[in-house]
């Protein structure tokens, strides 16, 4: 038996426990930064290479991030949705888009998870001519609403916001005259 001091620890040690194991961070996944609708004023039947950088991995402890390899799979995927480039290949495209996320501003704890992210987008020709170079804020914001466990809300919040720097970076390559 317990002494007298130690009894009744369960009954705060065990919800703690499940508190903790709750709250490990889920990363962003290409899937939810993937927009279904696209803004696009021409489609350009050019290849286009992508490469990102800037991301890093989720710690089961810390806050959703968003990695390199899951950004540009988003990234690819919404290309090929929207139609902007006629195809993307690994390398070697008429193009290649490189898109640097900068900062990832996420809230600590809240109602409403506000996400603000920005990425540097350059677009090059083959010959590594610079043809278009922008900085791209954007902002999602999650309610609880919405999303009553406060992990998931984070990282819907995230993907939200890289989905629409996506969504407002491709509109305005599909703007350029290639």
């Given amino acids: 038996m317990l002494p007298l001091a130690y009894r009744g620890v369960g009954k ?18 290409f899937q939810g930064m993937v927009a279904d609708r696209y803004d696009v004023a021409r489609q350009h039947p050019v290849s286009v290479s992508v ?3 800037g991301g890093s991995e989720t710690s089961a402890t810390g806050k959703t991030q968003i990695s390199n390899n ?22 070697g495209g008429d193009y290649l888009l490189q898109v640097v996320i ?3 501003e996420q809230p600590t ?12 987008w350059t677009l ?3 010959d590594g001519t610079v043809v278009w170079q922008e900085a791209i804020r954007s ?3 999650v309610s609880v609403e919405e999303e009553l466990v406060g992990v998931t809300r984070l990282r819907v919040a995230t993907e939200g916001a890289a989905r629409e720097n996506i969504k407002k970076g491709l509109a305005k390559i599909s703007r350029l005259n290639l």
């Fill in 12 to 29: 705060f040690v065990a919800p703690l426990m499940l508190a903790l194991l709750a709250s490990c961070a889920t990363p962003a996944t």
């Fill in 51 to 53: 490469r990102t950088s």
């Fill in 70 to 91: 899951e950004f540009a799979k988003a990234l690819t995927e919404s290309i090929s949705k929207s139609r902007v480039f006629s195809r993307v290949v690994p390398s």
């Fill in 102 to 104: 900068v900062s990832l």
């Fill in 109 to 120: 704890f809240g109602g409403t998870f506000t996400v603000k992210m920005e990425a540097g």
């Fill in 124 to 126: 090059k020709r083959s």
């Fill in 139 to 141: 902002i999602h914001a």
